[in-house]
T-cell receptor
Framework: DAKTTQPNSMESNEEEPVHLPCNHS???????IHWYRQLPSQGPEYVIHGLTSNVNNRMASLAIAEDRKSSTLILHRATLRDAAVYYC????????????FGQGTELSVKP | GAGVSQSPRYKVAKRGQDVALRCDPISGHVSLFWYQQALGQGPEFLTYFQNEAQLDKSGLPSDRFFAERPEGSVSTLKIQRTQQEDSAVYLC????????????FGQGTRLTVV
């Protein structure tokens, strides 16, 4: 299973942008890059995903390096409700699409 | 409701007791996943179903763990002769097929073995 590497924790100030990095040097051509987040006492929640091109949705943006060996999740204006553990996951739908979670990055947001 | 539903939310079992955890996926979702999450850790994959077929059970930690999805909708994760190390949150997720399908997770069942 392809692995990802993320910082254990990051801090941000409220209403400032946050860039959460992820390295995935062993990514294969069929792996999609998915981001999920998990708030305390909740199940993980989908944030965004992409294959090669940068992606935007109402929650965040995903910037994917040209060689696909790294990506960055961008929260444009962090709020206190964005405090969570963020997981970067490689998902190979050719193998059933199971999500293999790492340790994730615990994001704290200061008012 | 429209989301993934898991029951019970909390379960306390005596060591050696058998438990059954239920997952109601989103209607029409073909894929169903079970995960185990220990305190302070990321979710660990247990098993995966496509409709009623269990296609991957590589993450089940021992033969005490058994999962089924007989009609391709509701799934049950059964743990026999529970041990203290089985204490964790058990998460269920479902998704439709297709390359863009996102997985939807339930809130989990917190199992405490005493």
């Amino acid at each position: 299973d392809a692995k990802t590497t993320q910082p254990n924790s990051m801090e941000s100030n409220e209403e400032e942008p946050v860039h959460l990095p992820c390295n995935h040097s062993t990514i294969s051509g069929t792996d999609y890059i998915h981001w999920y987040r998990q708030l305390p006492s909740q199940g993980p929640e989908y944030v965004i995903h992409g294959l090669t091109s940068n992606v935007n949705n109402r929650m965040a943006s995903l910037a994917i390096a040209e060689d696909r060996k790294s990506s960055t999740l961008i929260l444009h204006r962090a709020t206190l409700r964005d405090a969570a553990v963020y997981y970067c996951i490689l998902r190979d739908l050719n193998q059933g699409g199971k999500l293999i979670f790492g340790q994730g990055t615990e994001l704290s947001v200061k008012p | 409701g429209a989301g993934v539903s898991q029951s019970p939310r909390y379960k306390v079992a005596k060591r050696g007791q058998d438990v059954a955890l239920r997952c109601d996926p989103i209607s029409g979702h073909v894929s169903l996943f079970w995960y185990q999450q220990a305190l302070g850790q990321g979710p660990e994959f247990l098993t995966y179903f496509q409709n009623e077929a269990q296609l991957d059970k590589s993450g089940l930690p021992s033969d005490r763990f058994f999962a089924e999805r007989p009609e391709g909708s509701v799934s049950t994760l059964k743990i026999q002769r529970t041990q203290q190390e089985d204490s964790a949150v058990y998460l269920c997720a479902s998704s439709s097929t297709g390359r863009r399908a996102e997985a939807f997770f339930g809130q989990g069942t917190r199992l405490t073995v005493v």
